[in-house]
C-alpha cells in the first residue's frame, strides 16, 4: 500500500501497490501492520455500501462527534466521485481547509479520513458505488453536517449537484462553537 499525505494533517490517498503479472494484478488494499507503520489506528468496526442511482448525486458534509468520532476509508468501487473533506479541528494549521480528489473504480485510489474532518461526495457518473470502512458504529446521536455549499469553505464542486437528500439540504452553515470537535 502506498500512503501519500495531503495537505490536511492526518488524511491519506492510499493506492494500491500492485503485483502485476500476465493475469493481471494483486493487490493489498487494507493492513492492519502497514496502517500502524504510517501512525494510523487500525481499528475497522463497521463497512457499508454507498449506492447512488444518478449522476450529480451528493452526499454530505457528514461527520460523527465524540466519543463516536470516526476515521474512515473510502473507496469507489463502481463509477467515480469527487470526494471531499474538511478539517474541523479548531486547534489544526488546516482548520476549515478543505482537500477534494477524484476516487474511481478506474484508479483504485483510497482516502483515509481522519476523526474530526466532515466528508462528502458528488457523484461524477450513473450508477456509482461507493464502499466504507469506518472505525466506529454509526451513532445516531453523534451524527452531524454542515452545509455542501457552505461559504466558509467555498468548495467547487466539479458539476451540476442534481440531487440532494432534505437532511443534507438542511444542514447550518458551519458554526465552531457548535461542531463539537
Not at 24 to 44: H, K, M, Q, T
Not at 51 to 59: M, Q, S
Not at 113 to 140: R, W
Not at 153 to 172: H, N, T
Request: hydrophobic content about 35%; overall charge negative.
Amino acid at each position: 500500500m502506498i500512503f501519500t499525505e495531503t495537505p490536511l494533517k492526518g488524511a491519506y490517498l492510499v493506492s494500491p501497490e500492485r503485483i502485476t503479472d500476465e493475469r493481471g494484478f494483486f493487490a493489498r488494499s487494507w493492513c492492519e501492520n502497514e496502517y500502524r507503520d504510517v501512525g494510523l489506528a487500525p481499528r475497522i468496526a463497521q463497512c457499508s455500501i454507498s449506492y447512488n442511482r444518478v449522476k450529480g448525486t451528493l452526499r454530505g458534509m457528514h461527520y460523527q462527534v465524540p466519543p463516536f468520532e470516526e476515521d474512515k476509508l473510502v473507496r469507489c468501487t463502481r463509477g467515480s466521485i469527487y470526494d471531499v473533506i474538511i478539517d474541523l479541528h479548531t486547534d489544526s494549521k488546516s482548520f476549515g481547509k478543505h482537500f477534494g480528489v477524484t476516487l474511481s473504480a478506474e484508479n483504485r485510489t483510497m482516502l483515509q479520513i481522519p476523526k474530526g474532518f466532515a466528508h462528502g461526495f458528488l457523484t461524477l457518473e450513473d450508477d456509482t458505488e461507493i464502499f466504507y470502512q469506518m472505525s466506529e458504529f454509526y451513532a445516531p446521536d453523534c451524527a452531524r453536517g454542515i452545509r455542501w455549499n457552505d461559504p466558509s469553505f467555498a468548495i467547487v464542486w466539479p458539476g451540476e449537484v442534481r440531487i440532494l437528500s432534505g437532511k443534507d439540504q438542511s444542514y447550518p452553515d458551519f458554526d465552531p462553537k457548535k461542531a463539537g470537535i
